[in-house]
T-cell receptor, first 109, second 114 residues
Framework: KNEVEQSPQNLTAQEGEFITINCSYS?????LHWLQQHPGGGIVSLFM?????KKHGRLIATINIQEKHSSLHITASHPRDSAVYIC???????????WGAGTKLIIKP | SQTIHQWPATLVQPVGSPLSLECTVE??????LYWYRQAAGRGLQLLFY??????ISSEVPQNLSASRPQDRQFILSSKKLLLSDSGFYLC?????????????FGNGTRLTVT
């Protein structure tokens, strides 16, 4: 079992829908990162969380440390949100980043 | 502001040929530098990281090597490519100030070994 699991692996939705991508982890962490990888391959950091909730535009990230779970939400989704969303956690024992396999999101117009 | 440049964007090389991928960072000094490989449908795999000039840590034994000849230059190399070296290679940097400093990625190099 991977230490960082993302669900779903693939998600297709219609423009305007509310999107939720989940990340569960099994190790102690000091922080959790959400990143976005565009179809061309470039990766952009979206959020870094250690507790609570962060919001940036239409993106919201939450984390529940007790449940070892984080969610990334996209409100009023748009085709330009189509990308792979990656969760990564920083281990609090060896400080290494552990990566999820990503969630491929397609938003249809 | 800081920028990271990685080239080439795509590369097709025959088995047994050498490899050199270059990454440079501008707008900051003494960053941590990283080389990652991404296989299709899998998470990023850390190959090498560097905390300073000439200081390279290898995470996975393999056919590749890395060098940091200058503060903001990170090079991924191979003397003889294998078919299994095909993949998407990403360079990244982070500030040294905190373990939780976000990573900033280059646009990646898609390597196909034929």
């Amino acid at each position: 079992k991977n230490e960082v699991e993302q669900s779903p692996q693939n998600l297709t939705a219609q423009e305007g829908e509310f999107i939720t991508i989940n990340c569960s982890y099994s190790v102690g962490i000091s922080a959790l990162h959400w990143l976005q990888q565009h179809p061309g391959g470039g990766i952009v950091s979206l959020f870094m969380l250690s507790s609570g909730k962060k919001k940036h535009g239409r993106l919201i990230a939450t984390i529940n440390i007790q449940e070892k779970h984080s969610s990334l939400h996209i409100t009023a989704s748009h085709p330009r949100d189509s990308a792979v969303y990656i969760c990564a956690v920083r281990s609090d024992s060896n400080y290494q980043l552990i990566w999820g396999a990503g969630t491929k999101l397609i938003i249809k117009p | 502001s800081q920028t990271i440049h990685q080239w080439p964007a795509t590369l097709v090389q025959p088995v047994g040929s050498p490899l050199s991928l270059e990454c440079t960072v501008e707008g900051t000094s003494n960053p941590n530098l990283y080389w990652y490989r991404q296989a299709a449908g899998r998470g990023l795999q850390l190959l090498f990281y560097s905390v300073g000039i000439g200081q390279i840590s290898s995470e996975v034994p393999q056919n590749l090597s890395a060098s940091r000849p200058q503060d903001r230059q990170f090079i991924l190399s191979s003397k003889k490519l294998l078919l299994s070296d095909s993949g998407f290679y990403l360079c990244a940097w982070s500030f040294k100030s905190s373990y939780n400093s976000p990573l900033h990625f280059g646009n990646g190099t898609r390597l196909t070994v034929t």
